[in-house]
C-alpha cells in the first residue's frame, strides 16, 4: 500500500468514526450547542459537508474552484455559506448529504495524480497534505461533535497525521496571526497512543514541544486551550508557537477559553 493509500484509507476511517457518533442521534440532539460559539452539531456536519464539496470542486475543476475562492474572499457569497445546508434540511437529509459528499471526495482524492498541487484557502497544497488536512477538520469538527454530546475523544494512530500536519504549518501559523516566523528550530515530540513517540524536527533542537498526541492535535486544532492540556513548552520559541498555533488553513482562530479541560477525563 503506498502513501496515499494508508492516508485515504485513514480518512475513511475517521469519516466512519465520527458518522458512528451520529448515525442514530435524536433529532434533538442536531441542535445541542458544541463548543464552537453558536455552533450545533447539525453545524459541525454542514461545514464539514461544504468544505468537502469545495475540495472536490479544487481536485476536479481548478478554474471554477478559484472563481468560488474569489467570491468567497470578496464578500459574494455568505460567510456562513457553510452552514446553510444543516440550518435548512432535516438531519436525515444532512447526513445523507455529507456521506455523499465524501465518497466523492475520496474518489476524486483516489484518482488525482499523485504529484499535483491543489489549491485551497491559503497556501496550495500537495495532495498528501490536502488529504491529510480533510483528515484532520474531520477530527477537528468531531471533536467539537463528542463534547456536545457527551462522548470521549477519537483516539488513535491517526492522530499522527494531524501531529505532523501542525508541525508542518509553524511558519503559516506565524503569518496568519501577523507575526514574523522565528528560524528557532523547535522540535515537537508526541505520545502515541500505542506508547511510542512521534518525533518532529530535529533531534539537537534546544527547544522543544511534547505531550500526548491527543493533547498535540486538541492544540493544533484550537479545540482546546493549551493550559487545559498535557502539552508543554521548553523554550521561549516553543512557548511563543504553541500560542499561535493551527493546523487549519484561514484566518486565526479565537481558539477555546481555558477551563474545558482534557476530553473524556
Request: charged share 20%; net charge negative.
Amino acid at each position: 500500500m503506498g502513501k496515499l493509500d494508508g492516508l485515504l484509507a485513514d480518512l475513511l476511517a475517521e469519516h466512519a468514526a465520527l458518522d458512528a457518533e451520529v448515525a442514530g442521534l435524536p433529532v434533538s440532539s442536531f441542535a445541542l450547542l458544541t463548543p464552537a460559539e453558536g455552533w450545533t452539531v447539525a453545524d459541525q456536519l454542514s461545514h464539514l459537508a461544504y468544505f468537502d464539496a469545495t475540495a472536490s470542486l479544487a481536485l476536479l475543476d481548478p478554474a471554477a474552484f478559484a472563481e468560488h475562492k474569489r467570491a468567497l474572499f470578496v464578500g459574494e457569497l455568505e460567510p456562513s455559506a457553510d452552514l446553510a445546508l444543516g440550518r435548512s434540511v432535516a438531519p436525515d437529509r444532512l447526513l445523507a448529504d455529507w456521506r455523499r459528499g465524501r465518497r466523492e471526495l475520496l474518489d476524486a482524492l483516489a484518482a488525482a495524480d499523485p504529484g499535483a498541487r491543489v489549491p485551497w484557502y491559503g497556501p496550495e497544497m500537495a495532495l498528501t497534505s490536502f488529504a491529510t488536512a480533510r483528515l484532520m477538520e474531520t477530527w477537528a469538527h468531531g471533536q467539537d461533535v463528542r463534547d456536545a454530546l457527551g462522548r470521549p475523544p477519537a483516539v488513535s494512530e491517526r492522530l499522527r497525521h494531524i501531529c505532523h500536519l501542525g508541525f508542518a504549518a509553524r511558519r503559516y501559523a506565524y503569518r496568519v496571526h501577523g507575526l514574523e516566523p522565528p528560524e528557532t528550530a523547535v522540535r515537537l515530540e508526541a505520545v502515541a497512543p500505542s506508547g511510542s513517540t512521534w518525533a518532529f524536527g530535529a533531534e539537537e533542537a534546544a527547544q522543544s514541544i511534547h505531550g500526548s498526541a491527543l493533547g498535540v492535535a486538541l492544540v493544533f486544532t484550537q479545540r482546546r486551550h493549551p493550559d487545559d492540556t498535557d502539552v508543554v513548552a521548553d523554550g521561549e520559541s516553543a512557548a511563543e508557537w504553541l500560542s499561535v498555533a493551527q493546523a487549519f488553513a484561514g484566518p486565526a482562530g479565537p481558539g477555546r477559553r481555558p477551563g474545558l479541560g482534557m476530553p473524556g477525563q
